[in-house]
């Protein structure tokens, strides 16, 4: 869900000739270095999978996962291991350029193409074809086909999550407020939290990062687009700027989000659970966290100014193409994406949702509380907005936080941030 850190052409230049210069020699599929033996004497094929998703929070929950898939597939084992996800792809493009990617990987869908674009991962597509027991209508059709570059299918998505309006009962009943409805509208968040912010107790009433993650949803809510279908910046527009003033003067002029300083270091889910935020726009992901929160709660729809726009965010798992086992990586990559024992551990453990179509899976999901208005999770699929693919994704990004936190600090107006983002993000577009 959270994108950060890409490394320049030239890094990736040196990688891929590191890479190709590493991978001559040994045997395909269930060949190569890496082989042992399983408890019945029987050849084992060891593979290694390195993920961000799991950690802190689902290690365990990955280690049943791999039981599972081993059980099934005794001639294979797999070996994890973890990096934090601010960590995890400097880590990973270092292992590709010296040599040494782990055979299957986690991509979150921002970062997907950059990889795939550049030669890193395998083509699944004959795989795909040749096993029998997988058939990709068994997964969300959009979530599947994210996962495809230049008509060729490069990974296995496992995985989506979004973000809705999570909302503290309880402020709202003592400020008498009506809780939040799938067609509120920007306005009537705006005045909803003007009521519900009370300074003197450190109490906001909404709260959403101003950040590149956020900001391309918010344009899209008010019929903004951040690139056109070629990937030109197309940011400088009315629409765009609305949605940034909108998201700046909450904090700057309006006072119902808190500000930087404000916040102190402190994680806004800290604040929502400290009864301090009677609006939070964050991911289903917080699921769980929330689950013990001391005061009542529920999720709605994000409102919109336009339309509805809310985000999609999907992981899925590749292949390394410079592995010697590209089968039984290809194999642990589709158990985790399409098993339905993988589904019933994700859905069990509100460990994001499992991209699969089968309805009566899903239905546990749909069961638990809190939150008792789980529907609006999949409704939020019907307004969907995909994150912009384009070629060094984490500059622009970094650039746009960089320049968005001038505004909160009255250093720059918005209208002042747009016009430096425009000139940059051609620059850094045609490096």
């Known amino acids: 869900m959270k994108t950060k850190l890409f490394v320049t052409s030239l890094f990736f230049a040196l990688m891929l000739m590191l890479a190709g210069c590493s991978s001559s020699g040994g045997s395909e599929a269930d060949g190569g270095a890496g082989e042992g033996n399983d408890d019945t004497g029987e050849s084992q094929t060891e593979i290694t999978y390195y993920s961000f998703s799991a950690t802190p929070d689902n290690e365990d929950n990955l280690a049943k996962i791999v039981e599972a898939f081993e059980k099934e597939h005794p001639n294979i084992k797999v070996n994890t291991e973890f990096a934090a996800f601010d960590d995890y792809f400097v880590k990973l493009q270092t292992q590709i350029a010296g040599g040494n990617a782990p055979d299957v990987f986690e991509l979150n869908y921002e970062n997907f193409v950059q990889f795939a674009s550049r030669g890193t991962l395998a083509d699944l597509s004959d795989y795909i074809e040749q096993d029998d027991e997988f058939d990709p209508s068994q997964l969300n059709e959009e979530a599947f086909k994210a996962y495809q570059y230049d008509g060729k299918q490069y990974g296995m998505v496992e995985s989506f999550s979004n973000v809705v309006t999570f909302y503290n ?114 991911g289903v992901w917080m699921f769980g966290m929330f689950a013990d929160a001391p005061f009542a709660w529920d999720i709605e729809l994000e409102a919109g100014n336009t339309q509805k726009a809310h985000h999609f965010f999907a992981n899925g798992l590749a292949v390394s193409e410079s592995s010697e086992k590209k089968e039984a990586a290809y194999e642990f990559a589709s158990f985790m994406s399409a098993s339905e024992e993988v589904a019933d551990i994700r859905v069990n453990a509100s460990w994001e949702l499992p991209a699969i179509t089968d309805e009566a899976i899903l239905q546990p999901y749909l069961e638990q ?54 000139s940059e993000f051609a620059r850094i577009i045609n490096e």
Request: without cysteine; hydrophobic residues 35%.
């Open 169 to 282: 009962k309880d402020l709202f009943d003592e400020a008498g407020v009506d809780y939040p409805t799938a067609d509120w509208t920007w306005e009537d968040e705006l005045e909803a939290a003007k009521q519900l912010t009370d300074a003197e107790s450190n109490v906001w009433g909404t709260y959403a990062p101003v950040t590149m993650n956020e900001y391309f949803k918010v344009a899209a809510q008010n019929g903004g687009q951040l690139f056109d279908e070629e990937g030109n910046p197309t940011i400088n527009t009315e629409e765009n700027l609305e949605a940034l003033t909108y998201m700046v003067e909450k904090v700057t002029e309006h006072g119902v989000s808190p500000s930087p300083a404000q916040m102190s270091g402190q994680k806004s889910e800290d604040l929502f659970m400290n009864g301090q935020l009677a609006i939070l726009h964050t």
């Open 369 to 422: 509380t809190p939150p008792e208005n789980r529907e609006a999770v999949f409704e939020a699929l019907d307004t969907l907005v995909l994150p912009p693919i384009v070629n060094n994704w984490s500059q622009i990004s970094d650039v746009t936080d960089q320049e968005f936190e001038k505004a909160l600090l009255g250093e720059k107006t918005p209208e002042e941030v747009l016009d430096t983002l425009e």
